[in-house]
Structure formats: structure tokens, C-alpha cells
């Protein structure tokens, strides 16, 4: 008798048999022989095993099954039938290997878990290394606060703009949220101003016997809510623009600077120059505008220059020469994204309280 016929006898023997003793030492026999053969087998070979491997895992003991998903878990061509059994158990010590580490589990099944099991389900999920976004919404939907902070953290999960939204409202009552959220590159300016409109709401409800009138309770919110995004500690201004040379030439020619101006100064790596055109286009301090192009993010920047209504080219000009002249394509998409969906109306608002708040902070710090 052949080996290959040998192992079918047994397979059919083990399957027959109502013991669970001769179907695991068959089991591990297979998947050794699957693990041992992996790198030269086909995709029509991996199915057979799938099946074999499906076949004799159904029925055997809890402690087998937790060892064949650890042993599948990690392998980068597992059986994708046996996997995704694995992943919908629903004990959570034979799922979470797989749920945790396995590339292999289906699309299909991680929606499963993610919408129908448990929250310890929910946390193997969040540990993957990589997250699609149907996933994330369902898991930012269900899940408490330290699995949503362990979902932000981790910069290989994919968020949707639903999930940006959510998150951004849940950020405006977690602390720590916040401070991780912003962070990440894909939040663009319509999710901060979703925080900025969830914090109004929220303060609204818990304020309004504080002023009887709404006008003027919406400009107090919207005031404290630019205040409260703005952290000066993480911004760094260079040494460089904060002590440029402006000729007496450049400052007679203030009353002709333009957008273009802006974008010639730019080009000649005049970045110092060229910021004091967009304060003195903007009629704002030039500390904010240094402080706006030392930001860690783009945002502070993106809403002096939509304020002023600069041309999408102007604003990557800016970028790149921030950039040192060659800006990563990841971000200027999030950049180009970010600016469309911000208007000229909002930027301007926006805008208009800050410089309202950075005369004040002049006025107290002087004493006039």
C-alpha cells in the first residue's frame, strides 16, 4: 500500500471513528505534513488539506482546537475554511489566536465577530495588524473606552469617514482619545470640526441656564472650543523663520503683495518672506502665522490660507517647502481632501476668533 493510500484508510478510519483520540493524532499528523509542505503547494492542494484538516477539527476536543489555532495562525497560506471556523467559535481561548493573528480569517467572519460577539471577541479583533474600516465602524460602535483608544493607537487600522465622525464626538468627553485621534494623519478638518460642533452641543445642554440669549451663547461655545483645540506646547517654531531679515525694500512693498507673491517667495525658499506676506494678507500677528506653519499637523495653516482664499497649488507650495520641497504623497492626498472639504466661510470664522484671542493675549500680556 502506497503512503498516500495508507493516509486515506486512516482519514477515513479516524473520520468513522465515535473517539476523539485517533481523529487528533490523525489531526496533527495532517497539519504537519501541511505545515511542512505549505511552500510548494498549490491553491487546489491547500483546499484538499482545508478539507481534511475542517473535517477532523469539527469534532474533537476543546484543548486540540486551541492548539490547531495557535499552530494556523501565524502561517501566511493557512487553510481558509479551517480559519474561519476557528474564528466564529464562540469560546473565545480557540478564536483569539486566529481573531488576533491570522491573516487568513475571511472578511465575511470578522464582520460576524465584530457585530455579534462579545466585547473579549471584540479586543482579540483590535489586536490584528491590520483592520479594514467596515470592521473598525462596527468595532467603534460596540466597544468601550479602552478598545476604542487601542483601535486609534493602532495606525495599521483602516477608519472610515463614519468612524472619524464617531470617534470625533466621543473625543470631545475623553481626554486621552483626543490627544491620540489627533495624531493620526487620516483625520482631516471636517473631523475637527466635528469635535468643535459635538463640544458646542455638549456645553450647550450643560449651559443653558447660564445666558438667555442663544446668539450669544453659540459665539461663547464656538470661542472656547477653538481655545480648547488649540496646544501651543506642541508646536515649534524655527529659529530660522522666527528671526528673518525683512528689507526695508520688502516692507514698501506691502501694499502690493498678492497670492502670487506668496508662491514667488516660496519658490526661492524665502519661507520666512513669504510667511510675512500671509500675516500681512491675513491681518494676523506673525506669530500665529509661524506658529500655524510649526504645527505638527497642516490644519492651523489650511485655515489661514482658505481663510484668505489661496488656491489648492498655494497651500501645496506651503507644504512642501515646509517639507524641505518634496512633500509624500500620503499627505498631500490627505492635504488635497482636507482642503476641499473646508470652505472659505468656516475657515474664516474660524480664523476671526483665534486672531480675536491672540490680540487679547497681547492686550493682558502688555498691560495696555
Known amino acids: 500500500m502506497s503512503p498516500i493510500q495508507s493516509l486515506v484508510k486512516d482519514i477515513e478510519a479516524a473520520i468513522d471513528d465515535q473517539t476523539s483520540d485517533r481523529r487528533v493524532a490523525l489531526l496533527h499528523r495532517i497539519t504537519n505534513l501541511f505545515i511542512e509542505q505549505m511552500p510548494d503547494l498549490n491553491e487546489e492542494h491547500i483546499g484538499v488539506f482545508d478539507d481534511v484538516i475542517l473535517c477532523l477539527a469539527l469534532e474533537i476536543e476543546f484543548h486540540a482546537r486551541v492548539e490547531l489555532s495557535e499552530r494556523l495562525a501565524d502561517l501566511d497560506r493557512a487553510p481558509r475554511k479551517t ?38 471577541f471584540l479586543k ?13 465602524d462596527l468595532l467603534i460602535e460596540r ?6 483608544l487601542s483601535l486609534v493607537e493602532n495606525r495599521q487600522s483602516s477608519l472610515s469617514d463614519h468612524g472619524l465622525r464617531l470617534l470625533a464626538e466621543k473625543a470631545v468627553q475623553d ?6 485621534l489627533k495624531t493620526r494623519p487620516d483625520l482631516a478638518t471636517r473631523h475637527i470640526g466635528a469635535i468643535l460642533e459635538a463640544a458646542k452641543r455638549r456645553a450647550k445642554a450643560e449651559m443653558r441656564d447660564l445666558a438667555a440669549n442663544d446668539d450669544t451663547l453659540e459665539s461663547a461655545l464656538t470661542t472656547g472650543t477653538v481655545a480648547v483645540l488649540e496646544n501651543p506646547g506642541v508646536l515649534a517654531v524655527s529659529e530660522a523663520l522666527e528671526n528673518a531679515d525683512y528689507s526695508m525694500a520688502m516692507q514698501e512693498q506691502r501694499s502690493t503683495f498678492t497670492e502670487q507673491s506668496v508662491i514667488d517667495y516660496l519658490k526661492l525658499g524665502k519661507i520666512g518672506e513669504a510667511l510675512a506676506i500671509v500675516s500681512h494678507l491675513a491681518e494676523m500677528p506673525r506669530g500665529t502665522v509661524l506658529i500655524a506653519y510649526g504645527a505638527a499637523q497642516f490644519d492651523p495653516l489650511l485655515f489661514i ?11 501645496e507650495y506651503a507644504l512642501s517647502a515646509k517639507h524641505g520641497g518634496k512633500l509624500p504623497e500620503k499627505l498631500r492626498q490627505s492635504a488635497h481632501s482636507s482642503y476641499h472639504a473646508l470652505t472659505n466661510a468656516t475657515a474664516t470664522r474660524v480664523m476671526r476668533f483665534i486672531a480675536t484671542r491672540s490680540i487679547i493675549g497681547t492686550v493682558n500680556t502688555t498691560g495696555e
Open 305 to 315: 490660507f482658505r481663510a484668505l482664499n489661496f488656491d489648492w497649488k498655494t497651500f
Open 175 to 180: 481626554t486621552r482619545l483626543y490627544r491620540v
Open 143 to 148: 466597544g468601550d473606552d479602552e478598545l476604542i
Open 124 to 136: 482579540a479583533l483590535v489586536r490584528r495588524r491590520m483592520i479594514s474600516s467596515p470592521v473598525t
Open 83 to 120: 480559519i474561519n471556523n476557528l474564528a466564529l467559535d464562540t469560546d473565545i481561548a480557540i478564536a483569539r489566536p486566529v481573531l488576533e493573528r491570522s491573516m487568513c480569517v475571511g472578511e465575511d467572519a470578522l464582520l460576524t465577530v465584530a457585530g455579534e460577539r462579545k466585547l473579549e
